[in-house]
C-alpha cells in the first residue's frame, strides 16, 4: 500500500534522471554566469560537488538513524557529531585560520538551551525519530546566520576600514567602533529567516509542515509543528548572529592579514 510520501516523490530511476539533470542544469548555469566567490573560485564545480555529497550523505544517514535511535548515548552522539560538522563548516567559511573554532560559541549558544527547554518541557521527547530533525533544522539555521553574519561583518570591516580607525581617533574603543561599522552588515543575515516566518502559508509551505502532512497529521497540528520551528528559529539565529557580531567586534573571530590594531578590543 502506497502512503502519501511515496505517491508524491516515488523513489526510482526517474527520480535519479531529475535529480542529476537539475544538478547539471543548475552548474551550467553558474559556469555561463560566471558565478564565482570573493577568491575568484567558481561555483559551477561546487554546485554538482555539493549535490553529491549531499547524496551520498542522506544515503548515509538514512541507514545511521535507524540504528542510533535505538540507544540515548547513540543518539546524543550523533547530534554531537551534527554539531561538529556545523562549526567546522561554519567556522572556515568565516575565516582560514585558527580562530574558526570559535563559530561554535554562536551555533551551541543559539541551540543548546532551546534544545535543553524542549526535552525538559516534553515538548520533545529524547527519541532520535523527534529530537534529530529537530536538532538539525536548529543548528542548520543557526550555522547559516553564523556564516552569513560573520562574513559580512569582515567583509564590510575590511572595506570600511578607514571609517573605523576614523571612529576610534574621535575617542571610540575599538570594539565600539568596529560594532558601528559591522552591525547594519551583520543584521542582514537575519533577513532570510524573517522573511520565511513573514511569508510562511502565503509564499511556502516549508517542510515541517509538509512532512507533517504526508505523515498523517491533521492540518492544524502541521500548522502548530511549523510556527513551532519558524520561531526557534528566529531566536537561535538572532543569538547567533548578536554572538559572532561580538566576537567580531573583540577580534576574537578575524581573517589572515588583519592589521594587528584591528584585532585587539
Do not use: C
Not at 32 to 61: K, S
Not at 77 to 100: E, I, K, P, Q, Y
Not at 139 to 167: K, P, Q, Y
Not at 177 to 198: F, K, N, V, Y
Request: charged fraction near 15%; proline fraction near 5%; aromatic fraction near 4%.
Amino acid at each position: 500500500m502506497l502512503t502519501a510520501a511515496d505517491t508524491l516523490l516515488p523513489v526510482s530511476p526517474v527520480l535519479g534522471i531529475v535529480l542529476a539533470a537539475l544538478l547539471l542544469a543548475a552548474a551550467a548555469v553558474a559556469a555561463l554566469a560566471r558565478l564565482a566567490g570573493p577568491d575568484g573560485r567558481g561555483y559551477a564545480r561546487a554546485v554538482v560537488t555539493a549535490g553529491l555529497r549531499a547524496a551520498v550523505q542522506l544515503a548515509a544517514v538514512s541507514y545511521l538513524i535507524g540504528w542510533v535511535v535505538r540507544a540515548v548515548p547513540l543518539l546524543l552522539g550523533f547530534v554531537a557529531l551534527m554539531f561538529g560538522v556545523a562549526v567546522w563548516t561554519a567556522g572556515r567559511r568565516v575565516t582560514r585560520n585558527r580562530t574558526w573554532w570559535r563559530a561554535a560559541l554562536p551555533i551551541g549558544a543559539g541551540v543548546v538551551p532551546v534544545v535543553a527547554v524542549l526535552l525538559v518541557t516534553g515538548l520533545v521527547p529524547l527519541k532520535g525519530i523527534a529530537l534529530i530533525p529537530v536538532s538539525g533544522i536548529l543548528i542548520g539555521g543557526a550555522l547559516t546566520a553564523t556564516v552569513l553574519a560573520g562574513r559580512r561583518a569582515l567583509d564590510e570591516l575590511h572595506t570600511r576600514h578607514g571609517e573605523v580607525e576614523a571612529g576610534m581617533a574621535l575617542g571610540l574603543l575599538v570594539r565600539e567602533a568596529r560594532l558601528e561599522i559591522a552591525r547594519p552588515a551583520a543584521s542582514d543575515a537575519l533577513l532570510p529567516g524573517l522573511d520565511q516566518t513573514r511569508t510562511v502559508g502565503l509564499v511556502t509551505l516549508p517542510g515541517a509542515f509538509v512532512g507533517m502532512l504526508l505523515g498523517g497529521a491533521s492540518p492544524v497540528m502541521a500548522g502548530a509543528v511549523q510556527l513551532f520551528v519558524l520561531v526557534a528559529l528566529v531566536a537561535v539565529q538572532v543569538v547567533a548572529v548578536a554572538l559572532v557580531l561580538e566576537l567580531v567586534a573583540r577580534g576574537l573571530l578575524h581573517r589572515d592579514g588583519e592589521p594587528a590594531e584591528r584585532r585587539v578590543g
